[in-house]
């Protein structure tokens, strides 16, 4: 880790589980028994308060208004000693939703783009539709009657392929020659436990994404593809999950590596994205 300070990008829409995955990382951060621990006084806790406080009564929290970004900075070491600051931050991510649905990039997410080389995308797959083809709306089915002007949208696929090459522009525009798949990226599928899928993460996102799977795969050569379930079950915002609050919320949630592991480090997928080692350049 940088003695400065490492920023993650952290890209994600309404609903895929960015407050639920910051709240549960600050706790096990500060747990101490993950590949990442918190070994300072961190700053900024704000945004993430009422998200614990919800945690610890065993119920979810709420939607992040969609005007907030705050950055939280959090002193964190490696197991090896290392240390530095990682900086995580919150907000409401219909400004991912209308970054793409207006192909603008405002000025403040052109510079955290630019700054970060370390991209962490949060999907929820169930949030997601694949759009009809040949397979799933055979030819038969043209004979029946369309509806009149149906309206025209872009497929969740293409909103998501539409995303990542508008930021890889972004940084191409700041360093010139560099090449798009030169930051570091990892796909977290969240909300992993009402998935139901036997799989890898990285079957998961090709099965149901085939298109957004083959562009990722031919800008970045080792894209990392994770399954996460911040909180290991569903809660609901209103009534109380009292086993959850009995146990602690620090007792729930796993990631899944690539190859299909679980692991209840939830700081894995950060560690990932920090270590040298587990990075190859893009040719
Ligand atoms: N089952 C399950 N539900 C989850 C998990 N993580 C989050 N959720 C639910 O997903 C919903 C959205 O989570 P948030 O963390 O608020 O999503 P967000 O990305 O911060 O959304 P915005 O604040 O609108 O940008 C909430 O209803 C959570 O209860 C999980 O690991 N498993
Ligand atoms: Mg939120």
Redesign the pocket.
């Known amino acids: 880790m940088s003695a400065s300070g490492d920023s993650i990008l952290l890209l ?10 910051g709240a549960q990382l600050l706790r096990r951060l500060m747990k101490r028994d993950c590949r990442l621990s918190m070994n300072g006084q961190a700053t900024n806790l704000e945004p993430f308060q009422a ?1 614990l406080e919800s945690l610890s009564e065993g119920r ?5 208004a969609t005007s907030i970004y705050v950055d939280s900075v959090w002193p964190v070491s490696k197991e090896d000693g290392t240390s530095g600051q990682l900086i995580w931050p919150e ?4 400004q991912i939703k209308s970054m793409i649905e207006s192909r603008h990039v405002p000025d403040a997410w052109r510079t955290r783009v630019q700054q970060a080389d370390r991209w962490m995308l ?1 999907v ?1 797959l169930q949030q997601t539709q694949l759009d009809d083809d040949v397979l799933s709306r055979p030819l038969s089915d043209l004979r029946k009657a369309a509806p009149d002007n149906p309206p025209h949208q872009i497929s969740d696929q293409a909103r998501l392929i539409e995303l990542l090459q508008m930021l890889t522009y972004v940084r191409s525009m700041s360093s010139p020659g560099v090449q798009p798949g030169s930051s570091r990226l990892a796909v977290l599928l ?5 998935l139901g899928f036997e799989g890898t993460p990285p079957e998961a996102l090709k099965a149901r994404l085939p298109m957004f799977w083959a562009f990722l795969n031919s800008t970045w050569i080792t894209p990392t593809v994770m399954g ?8 609901n ?1 209103h009534t109380s999950d009292s086993d959850y609050s009995s146990q602690g919320p620090e007792q729930f ?1 796993f990631v899944v590596t690539p190859e299909g592991e679980r692991s209840p480090d939830l700081t894995w997928p950060i560690h990932l994205l920090l270590d040298e080692h587990n990075y190859q350049e893009a040719g």
């Open positions: 994600g829409e309404s609903g895929v589980g960015k407050t639920h995955y998200a979810a929290a709420d939607h992040t907000y409401g991510g219909e949060m929820r969240t909300c992993w436990d009402e996460l379930s911040a909180l290991g079950r569903p809660l915002p949630g």
